[in-house]
């Protein structure tokens, strides 16, 4: 089982890769450029090869890189788009060298056009970043709550956009667990959520999970997340849903409002669940 958090590569990929193994995760997602900006994080090759070895050192599983917020291939404003068509290209680049095989993406806000419009402009964008997807690297849709105007938040969204591109390989999923349970998603019953899931998707497009509590309920279209078991999920429900997750071969990743120590005591929490 592959559990991390979401760690900074400020000081390199070594270094969080450091940062990982000492808060006992075996796994971690990081952003590949500053997430409310445009400028790239810089990693060289002396950096990553080592964060490889110390990787190997420790059985590491996939790691995970996470795009900027700024992204928003459903805008209405055709530059807002281009960039970012362009810089999720450069991130791909950057992400072959470095040998990480999944980027998140929120799939974006349509900003008033209608959730038909936004899809559209999101497949139009994405049809022309898969043409130059490298090998071995999978776009993973991320599930959303559902605040504002927010693409995503129902799984037929997610479908459309895939089947949209022609059901490219390079296409996945991302789960999100506090998202889900704000879009109204209850994943208290998991065969029920799970034939949900499958009703326009395909069980194996899921590659990612993002394991989070919830500070508001169920159907809220709120996205606020929680510390394990602070939310509404609470720990009954979350040691049931690591029951059916330690099953699948998905990176489990905490974006929980944690410090280290905070999440080395979550981590903690999850392989003592899931022995």
Not at 7 to 31: E, R
Not at 46 to 67: I, K, N, Q, S, T
Not at 211 to 222: A, E, I, M, V
Request: net charge negative; with cysteine; aromatic share 8%.
């Amino acid at each position: 089982m592959w559990v991390g958090a979401h760690l900074s590569i400020g000081q390199g990929l070594t270094a969080a890769v450091h940062t990982a193994v000492k808060i006992g995760a075996n796994t971690l997602q990081f952003f590949m450029r500053n997430p409310r900006g445009g400028k790239m994080c810089v990693v060289n090759k002396e950096d990553y090869e080592g964060a490889w070895v110390l990787m190997r050192e420790h059985d590491f599983g996939p790691l995970v890189a996470h795009a900027p917020y700024t992204y928003n291939l459903a805008s209405a404003k055709e530059n807002v788009r281009a960039f970012s068509q362009f810089a999720l290209k450069e991130d791909l680049q950057r992400m072959r060298q470095m040998e990480v095989p999944f980027l998140v993406l929120h799939p974006g806000s349509h900003v008033g056009q209608g959730e038909e419009k936004g899809s559209v402009l999101v497949v139009e964008a994405l049809k022309q970043v898969l043409a130059d997807l490298p090998v071995g690297i999978m776009i993973l849709l991320e599930s959303m709550a559902g605040q504002g105007s927010e693409l995503g938040y129902k799984f037929e969204h997610l479908a459309q956009i895939i089947e949209g591109c022609e059901n490219h390989p390079g296409l996945g999923v991302c789960l999100d667990s506090c998202h889900l349970t704000a879009a109204g998603y209850d994943l208290s019953t998991w065969t029920k959520f799970k034939g949900e899931f499958s009703k326009f998707l395909e069980w194996e497009r899921i590659k990612v999970f993002h394991l989070n509590d919830s500070q508001h309920p169920l159907g809220s279209r709120k996205d606020r997340h929680a510390k394990l078991g602070e939310g509404y999920l609470g720990w009954e429900m979350i040691a049931d849903l690591l029951g059916h997750l330690k099953q699948e071969k998905w990176p489990l990743i905490l974006e929980t409002p944690q410090d280290l120590d905070g999440y080395a005591g979550e981590i903690k929490e999850i392989k003592k669940i899931c022995r």
